[in-house]
C-alpha cells in the first residue's frame, strides 16, 4: 500500500458486532429510531427557542446551543455506525476518519463545558435569584458559550493531530463501531505513554472536573429547594433535578470511563457498550430531560402551533 503521513494504513476497517450478525440487523433498527428521534426532538428546540421571543433569556439559550451540540454530535457519529450494522465489515479512509474523530471530540468536549455552564445557570437563579440578572447577564452568557466552543475546538485539534501524528503499520482493524481514540490508538505502532498521560490529564480537566462542579451545583441547589415552603414545588424540583443528574452523570460517567485510559482493560464490547451510552443515549434524552418537563418550552411549542394553524387555516 501507499504511505499516508509516514503509515502504511490508507484505510481502516470498522469491525462493529460483526461476530453477531443478528445483533447487528437488530441493533440498526434501533439506532435509526435513536437517531430520528435525537434529530427530531433536538430540531424542535432549536426551532421553538429561535422563533419565541420569550424564550431569549441564558436558561433557554443554553438549551438551544446543547442542542446544535447534541444534533452535531449525533450527525458525526450515527450515519457511519449504521452502515457499520448493515453490513459485516465497514472501510473508512483515513481522512474519514481523522475527520469523524475530531468532531466527536469537538462536540463531545464542547458538551462536557456547556453542561457546565447551564448547571451553573441554574445554581445562580435558584440560589441566587434577586441577583441572577447580573450574575448571569448577556456578556458573562456570551462568555461562557464562546469557552464552551472553542474549549472543544482547542480539545479536537491537540487531540485529533497528535494521535493521527503516530505511525500506523498495520493492522487496520478497528474493533469499535466508530473512528474514536482509544480503539485507534491501540493500532499505532509507536510508544503512546506521552499521550496516555496527557488522555488522563485532559480527561481530568475536561470530564471530572465539569462534572464535580456540577455536582457541587446541584448540591447547593437540593439546599435551597429543601427551603422551598411549598411541598408540591420541592417534589418538582426534585425531580427535574434528578432528572438532570441522570442525563448528566450517563454523559460523563461513560465519556470518564472511555478516555481516563484509553488502553484500559475494558473488553472491546464493554467499550462499544460504554460508547453508546454517551454518543447516541445522550442526545436522545437531553430533549426530553431538560424540556418536556419544562412548562415555558410546552407553552411556546403551543403557541406556535396555534399560531402555524391561524395562519393556515383548514
Known sequence: MKRQNQSSVVEFILLGFSNSPELQEQLFGVFLVVYLVTLLGNAIIIVVISLEQSLHVPMYLFLQNLSVVDVSFSAAIMPEMLVVFSTQKTSISFISCFAQMYFILFFGGTECFLLGAMAYDRFAAICHPLSYPMIMNKWVFMKL???SWVS????ATVQ????F?????GPN??????C???PVLELACADTFLFEIYAFTGTILIVIVPFVLILLSYIRILFAILKMPSATGRQKAFSTCASHLTSVTLFYGTANMTYLQP????SPETKKVMSLAYTSLTPLLNPLIYSSRNSEMKKALVKLW?????SHPF
Open 180 to 182: 474514536e481514540t482509544p
Open 152 to 155: 472543544g475546538i482547542m480539545v
Open 263 to 266: 488502553k484500559s482493560g475494558y
Open 165 to 169: 501524528s503516530f505511525p500506523f503499520c
Open 306 to 310: 396555534r399560531r402555524k394553524v391561524d
Open 160 to 163: 485529533t493531530t497528535w494521535v
Open 145 to 147: 458559550v464562546m469557552f
Open 173 to 178: 482493524e478497528i474493533n469499535h463501531l466508530f
